[in-house]
């Protein structure tokens, strides 16, 4: 886990990256990709966006790169400023950091984010993506639209962060601080520790992806 602000924005940095493209594939391939081929009359989600000259973005055409540059902007800013302290309190709340094993205490963390963030970033996307070229802007169709969205996106957020996306952030965030913390805690047992109690339950969860990167993170800490 983070243990100061450098950490901590850096830790949201990765995780921003994966998600933001992970629901950008999620919302222009899933959710809308069918509409988007139907209505082009193209056979592929990608001939679509250049068929109809981009995603549609506040009434504008924009690339899809575009679209990923701002739904970063505003989760980064969101995730600084409210889903990592949040989440953190929250969970605290409910389990002492001091006495709950990492594994429950960090499971905590990552449902409480997917609380936060997930109706707050459909909120945002609903305002982006309203259609105001077809329609004149109306509360009861945003509020519709982002009933819809949250609809779509919580149990996707939910179980990606929960069993993907998390576990690899963790995982990546250790590995890049896992050296300096040894040589502050001389023979690292604490890091060790928590990283075998992980590779269990991901062993448990059979996850073996996971699992995998834990055994390398848990040779590199034993070297």
């Known amino acids: 886990m983070p243990e100061n602000q450098i950490q901590r924005m850096i830790f949201a940095l990765i995780t921003v990256v994966i998600t933001v493209h992970a629901y950008v594939f999620f919302s222009l391939y899933v959710v809308n990709g069918s509409l988007l081929m139907q209505v082009s009359g193209q056979d592929s989600v990608l001939g679509a966006i250049r068929a109809l000259g981009g995603v549609e973005l506040f009434g504008r055409r924009v690339p899809v790169w575009?679209?990923?540059?701002?739904?970063?902007?505003f989760a980064y800013l969101l995730e600084c400023v409210m889903g990592s302290p949040v989440s953190f309190r929250l969970a605290a709340r409910v389990f002492n950091p001091c006495e709950?094993?990492?594994?429950?205490?960090?499971?905590?963390?990552?449902?409480?984010?997917?609380?936060?963030?997930?109706?707050s970033m459909s909120?945002?996307?609903?305002?982006?993506?309203?259609?105001?070229?077809?329609?004149?802007?109306?509360?009861?169709?945003?509020?519709?639209?982002?009933?819809r969205l949250v609809c779509f996106n919580f149990p996707f957020a939910f179980f990606?962060?929960?069993?993907?996306?998390?576990?690899?952030?963790?995982?990546?965030?250790?590995?890049?601080?896992?050296?300096?913390?040894?040589?502050?805690?001389?023979?690292?047992?604490?890091?060790?520790?928590?990283?075998?109690?992980?590779?269990?339950?991901?062993?448990?969860?059979?996850?073996?992806?996971i699992f995998f990167i834990f055994e390398i993170e848990k040779s590199c800490l034993l070297l």
């Open 160 to 209: 990606t962060q929960l069993f993907f996306i998390q576990p690899f952030v963790r995982t990546v965030f250790r590995l890049i601080f896992a050296r300096r913390a040894y040589r502050q805690n001389r023979g690292g047992k604490n890091a060790f520790g928590t990283v075998r109690c992980m590779a269990s339950v991901a062993q448990l969860l059979l996850f073996p992806g």
């Open 100 to 119: 709950t094993h990492p594994v429950i205490f960090e499971t905590a963390v990552i449902c409480a984010t997917a609380a936060l963030m997930c109706p």
């Open 123 to 147: 909120l945002i996307a609903a305002v982006l993506y309203y259609p105001y070229s077809c329609h004149s802007f109306n509360v009861l169709t945003l509020l519709a639209n982002w009933l």
């Open 66 to 73: 575009g679209i990923v540059a701002v739904e970063f902007c």
